[in-house]
């Protein structure tokens, strides 16, 4: 039994969301199948008692608005101040408006983890990976793009892609699963996110929960692709049902 999920299904840990409008029902319900319990928030006065209730927090700025700035700023620096670990979801962050925002962000909140696909990392790395607005358009794996991010940003880097990337700067691991249906579903990379929200509630090591999060959800892909013939009609539900049952986790990770 993978450890870190043990502790997840036993601790319950609570995970805060700035979502985006899109997926928060997905995110919410990966959350909460995995074992640990989603909140949602688009309030900044009640930033501070939340996050102290909750035990990480997830900034998701996939429908950010300006309107929005002070709850992103509330909600990470209550974090910040609390010691709850901060996790970043730059969605379509090569854009500029999101570019400045995140810019911005970045001077007032301290970020542990950052999960983003390969042209949304490179920005961290000052790099340029091929992308269109939400998806990466390049499918090679971009290691140094993802190492250069960490050095530059001082976070634990989940790179996602054919082939997952998760680095602290100076140690790299890969993750090699193959579930093509989660690049099409639309939400994949929030859901991981939001898992690794959990997994970083439950250890001090970001490193360690970038990777058990990552493999989990990687082969319940594998396997929730493979029960429905590689189409994504039913494959959300599947892919819930194998974070709710699954306790061991094989895949190849070096
Ligand atoms: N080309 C690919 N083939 C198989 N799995 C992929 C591929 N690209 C991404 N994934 C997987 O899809 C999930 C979402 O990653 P990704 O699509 O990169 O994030 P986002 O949805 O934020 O763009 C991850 O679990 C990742 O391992
Ligand atoms: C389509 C879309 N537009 C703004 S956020 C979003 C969902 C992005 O989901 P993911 O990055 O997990 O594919
Ligand atoms: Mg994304």
Not at 32 to 48: D, R
Not at 165 to 191: E, F, R, Y
Not at 200 to 209: G, H, L, R
Request: glycine share 8%; net charge negative.
């Amino acid at each position: 039994m993978n450890t870190l999920l043990t502790n997840v299904r036993e601790q319950q840990p609570l995970v805060l969301n700035i979502a985006n409008f899109v997926t928060m029902q997905h995110v919410a319900d990966a959350i909460n199948v995995v074992g640990a319990s989603p909140l949602m928030t688009n309030e900044p006065q009640e930033a501070a008692e939340l996050v102290s209730v909750s035990s990480a927090v997830v900034l998701n700025i996939g429908t950010l608005s300006e309107a929005q700035w002070p709850l992103f700023l509330a909600v990470g620096q209550a974090a910040n101040q609390q010691n709850k670990p901060v996790i970043l979801d730059p969605v379509a962050v090569g854009m500029p408006y999101r570019a400045q925002f995140v810019r911005r962000l970045l001077e007032k909140v301290h970020v542990d983890i950052i999960r983003g696909n390969a042209s949304e990392i490179a920005w961290f790395a000052q790099a340029e990976v091929a992308g269109r607005g939400i998806d990466t358009l390049d499918q090679e794996t971009h290691q140094q793009e993802a190492e250069l991010a960490a050095k530059n940003t001082g976070a634990v880097i989940v790179q996602t892609g054919v082939v997952d990337v998760i680095t602290n700067g100076t140690k790299t691991q890969t993750v090699h699963t193959n579930s093509p249906l989660l690049t099409i579903n639309v939400g994949a990379g929030d859901m991981l996110s939001g898992l690794i929200g959990a997994f970083s509630s439950v250890t001090d090591d970001y490193f360690a929960a970038g990777v058990a999060a990552t493999e989990l959800f990687g082969e319940a892909g594998e396997r929730a692709s493979a029960q429905v013939n590689q189409l994504p009609g039913h494959f959300i539900g599947a892919l819930f049902n194998e974070l709710y049952t699954m306790t061991q986790v094989e895949v190849v990770t070096r």
